[in-house]
T-cell receptor, first 111, second 114 residues
Framework: EDKVVQSPLSLVVHEGDTVTLNCSYE??????LLWYKQEKKAPTFLFML????IEKKSGRLSSILDKKELFSILNITATQTGDSAVYLC???????????FGQGTRLTINP | KAGVTQTPRYLIKTRGQQVTLSCSPI?????VSWYQQTPGQGLQFLFE???????NKGNFPGRFSGRQFSNSRSEMNVSTLELGDSALYLC?????????????FGEGSRLTVL
């Protein structure tokens, strides 16, 4: 069965710290992996990763995919209180039109 | 450009009742999918519609159904509600033309079953 495992499930750090969120997956027909940020209700898109070893960056956030070891990481540097959210990892199965989500990592940034 | 709109935002029902939730996708998006989010199970795929046809279905019982209209608006229905159906129901739309895989989510409909 296709599945996504995120770790840690919860993380509390101080403002200015750097955090690394992990996402490992088992899927029979991998197409792409996506990261979303969910603050209150609607998850908002961060990155989509399809190729192994190519880092995607957006400001203080970056992500990379390792298709051999079947995992992805999301890094956030110089964290701010506004980064507090649940970060969701999901993959798209080739040929299917659905996302399979992990449980999410709840990140709390304390001032 | 308006985002994905879901109605109602909040609703309370009792066991055995049925509920219909509505979703209006981003203009031009023809793919609409539905997800259930609960604290225990996370986000789980319900179904996906494209051009009024259900293309994919998740592992939910037949009490969960949906449909899509010619204007791409979608509804989902849950019959014979159970306590465990209490959840945030998220709708997402996608542009097939963009082929990015990115889903745009609505704010969700929070259903409480008493």
């Amino acid at each position: 069965e296709d599945k996504v495992v995120q770790s840690p499930l919860s993380l509390v750090v101080h403002e200015g710290d750097t955090v690394t969120l992990n996402c490992s997956y088992e899927v029979t027909n991998f197409r792409s992996l996506l990261w979303y940020k969910q603050e209150k209700k609607a998850p908002t898109f961060l990155f989509m990763l399809t190729s192994s070893g190519i880092e995607k960056k957006s400001g203080r956030l970056s992500s990379i995919l390792d298709k051999k070891e079947l995992f992805s990481i999301l890094n956030i540097t110089a964290t701010q209180t506004g980064d507090s959210a649940v970060y969701l990892c999901a993959f798209i199965v080739q040929g299917a039109q659905k996302l399979v989500f992990g449980q999410g990592t709840r990140l709390t940034i304390n001032p | 450009k308006a985002g994905v709109t879901q109605t109602p935002r909040y609703l309370i029902k009792t066991r055995g009742q049925q509920v219909t939730l509505s979703c209006s996708p981003i203009s031009g998006h023809r793919s609409v999918s539905w997800y259930q989010q609960t604290p225990g199970q996370g986000l789980q795929f319900l179904f996906e519609y494209f051009s009024e046809t259900q293309r994919n279905k998740g592992n939910f019982p037949g009490r969960f159904s949906g449909r899509q209209f010619s204007n791409s608006r979608s509804e989902m229905n849950v019959s014979t509600l159970e306590l465990g159906d209490s959840a945030l129901y998220l709708c997402a739309s996608r542009s097939e033309a963009a082929n990015t895989g990115e889903l745009f989510f609505g704010e969700g409909s929070r259903l409480t079953v008493l």
